[in-house]
């Protein structure tokens, strides 16, 4: 399709689906954060989270009113126009605290079942979205082998952890490599240690990791170790 012709075709899809702020769902000139969201967003405070087994997390927003909303609908009912500036949120946070400490990008991924259902893996879009700041695409350096049940239905800590025990292969390729492993959500770090206890058995030199938004209970659990 001829240059023009891909204008013409975005300007007739922006007038039957006008962009949203992803967070306020208001119509916009132009996709992105409108400038009022952009202002009361509810940044996380420290940016940086440790905890025993993940390392490092970064995660510039709370998770909590209108940036849960927005997570919710992005990853259950396919509001993918709102990956991109998750993305953006992504790349910073990650330059900013773990900046030359990382030489690839991955991504904690969903089961063939869920991916199925879903139709898209909402981590692995995430990653896309922030590597594209460094020119550079995604590598898939996990597999994930059982389709547990969801993290968010555990009730513990320790319920958390024992969810997801041997749920997930590397493959190859970790070995040798500094990672940013990207996820969308961090609550108590479970899911993360476990991705990154299997990269570092896999030989990754090291692993750091980053995600959108953290919770309450992650903070608490930071507390607690």
């Not at 300007?11 to 000139?29: A, E, G, M, T, Y």
């Not at 990382?102 to 692995?124: E, I, M, Y």
Request: charged share 25%; proline share 6%.
């Amino acid at each position: 399709m001829a240059a023009a012709g891909r204008e013409a075709f975005v300007s007739f899809l922006d007038l039957l689906f006008p962009p949203k702020c992803p967070f306020c769902q208001k119509v916009q000139n132009a996709p992105g954060i409108c400038p009022a969201c952009r202002q009361s967003l509810p940044w996380a405070e420290p940016l940086v989270k440790e905890g025993a087994g993940f390392g490092r997390c970064a995660a510039p927003l709370r998770y909590e009113g209108s940036v849960r909303e927005a997570i919710l609908r992005f990853k259950f009912n396919g509001k993918i126009s709102g990956a991109e500036l998750f993305g953006d949120f992504l790349a910073s946070a990650a330059a900013e605290a773990f900046a030359g400490e990382f030489d690839c990008v991955t991504w904690v991924p969903v089961s063939r079942r869920r991916l199925r259902k879903r139709g898209f893996d909402q981590a692995q879009m995430l990653a896309e979205a922030a590597s594209a700041h460094w020119e550079e695409k995604p590598l898939r350096l996990l597999r994930k082998v059982q389709d547990n049940p969801a993290q968010s239905g555990q009730s513990s800590a320790s319920a958390r952890r024992a969810n997801v025990l041997g749920v997930y292969e590397p493959l190859p390729e970790a070995r040798g490599r500094r990672i940013l492993l990207i996820d969308d959500v961090i609550t108590t770090g479970s899911t993360l240690a476990e991705c990154v206890k299997v990269l570092r058995l896999a030989g990754a030199e090291q692993v750091v990791c980053a995600a959108v938004a953290q919770t309450t209970f992650a903070n608490n659990a930071q507390n607690r170790t």
